[in-house]
């Protein structure tokens, strides 16, 4: 059984995944407990989350959330007022990768903040909360279509700053466990996703209430291919991580 991200950057994984029956769709949160406790043996996860667990996870080539430029479902928002010194900003707990991605782009940029965790995932619910936010899927999405003031694009302004693709999320498998059968039909779902691009357009348009072109558009975005720029941007994120969070590479 693999577990694989419900939000909708993974709607064509879904559809071109060759063994429904073999497969659960959760959030990266649920994922992972999943994994760690033996109900699932191997699925996608956040990046962060992989780094934290790499004793008991194995990373595998296979399956990953990246894109080479903009990103579109990972937005800095605000109020109307520009990036300052002392900038407070609410993130959702439901990311860990991208709040870590932000801060390396605060932290280059020499930008002092505090951050505030908040349970909100919509925008305007957050930026009740403090003058910036930080609004990730498919929230993000929808901010992005409804004219909230945008500060930067967290996918774009990474890969400007360091030349690196980002990876928001990786297949791993627990350590000593075999998923062959599981990566083999998630790599078959990699090469014939964009046949089912138009399907989930259409269908995710109608369910954030968006228009298709934007959907069109970040579906153009969004990479599944495990290369070696991955691997090179992951090795990157790797070291941020232990920056920011003294997790051990």
């Keep these: 059984m693999i577990g694989l991200i419900n939000f909708t950057h993974s709607c064509p994984l879904h559809r071109a995944y060759p063994d429904p029956a073999g497969m659960v769709l959760d959030s990266p949160r649920g994922i992972i407990s999943s994994i760690l406790d033996g109900s699932i043996a191997c699925g996608t996860v956040s990046l962060l989350e992989y780094f934290s667990h790499r004793d008991v996870l194995e990373l595998e080539n296979s399956a990953v959330i990246s894109s080479r430029g903009p990103v579109i479902s990972t937005l800095l928002v605000s109020r109307g007022t520009l990036p300052h010194k002392g900038m407070e900003i609410a993130v959702t707990r439901h990311t860990r990768t991208t709040e870590m991605y932000l801060k390396h782009i605060l932290r280059s940029e020499g930008i002092e903040y505090e951050t505030k965790p908040s349970n909100s995932t919509e925008a305007q619910d957050l930026l009740n909360e403090a003058e910036f936010a930080l609004v990730i899927g498919d929230e993000a999405l929808r901010a992005f279509s409804s004219g909230f003031r945008i500060i930067w694009d967290i996918g774009y302004e990474f890969n400007r700053i360091s030349s690196h693709a980002p990876v928001f999320a990786v ?46 558009r970040y579906y153009s975005l969004v990479r599944y291919e495990f290369t070696t ?11 941020i991580a232990h920056e920011l969070y003294g997790i051990e590479s």
């Design 171 to 216: 297949t791993v498998k627990r350590k000593g466990v075999d998923c062959s059968r599981e990566i083999g039909n998630l790599n078959s779902a990699i090469i014939h996703a964009h046949e089912f691009r138009d399907e989930c357009t259409a269908e995710s348009a109608r369910k954030l209430g968006i228009s298709s072109a934007i959907m069109k």
């Design 229 to 239: 720029e991955t691997l090179k941007s992951i090795e990157f994120a790797s070291s």
